[in-house]
Nanobody, 122 residues
Framework: VQLQASGGGLVQAGGSLRLTCAAS????????MGWFRQAPGEERGFLAAISWSGMRTYYADSVKGRFTISRDNAKNTVYLQMNSLKPEDTAVYYC????????????????WGQGTQVTVSS
């Protein structure tokens, strides 16, 4: 499966953005999906995951209550709605696909998108 992330940009603190990850391939609905981010000088860190059906979701503590992951299997798309953004949310955001639900480390994911930059100004 090939992934293409988009929707990043510059936003003021307290604002919102919705990231989109478009997938190609007929097997998208069989994959669990995740979002990660990487700030300069830091490791790529887990943010959220969603099961293949969309019925189960899991979030890192740092974004719980502010970010929402969702998916539309008919459109081969997964979303990350980001609200109440903070300057420390500035990073490159990546989507990823995994055949198993619940993975929180980047090494467990099989496919990656190219990343989209999110910059939050104070």
């Amino acid at each position: 499966v090939q992934l293409q992330a988009s929707g990043g940009g510059l936003v003021q603190a307290g604002g919102s953005l919705r990231l989109t990850c478009a997938a190609s391939g007929r097997t998208f609905s069989s994959y669990s999906m995740g979002w990660f981010r990487q700030a300069p000088g830091e490791e790529r860190g887990f943010l959220a995951a969603i099961s293949w059906s969309g019925m189960r979701t899991y979030y890192a503590d740092s974004v719980k209550g502010r970010f929402t992951i969702s998916r539309d299997n008919a459109k081969n798309t997964v979303y990350l709605q980001m609200n109440s953004l903070k300057p420390e949310d500035t990073a490159v955001y990546y989507c990823a696909a995994d055949q198993l639900y619940g993975a929180t480390t980047l090494y467990e994911y099989d496919y990656w998108g190219q990343g989209t930059q999110v910059t939050v100004s104070s």
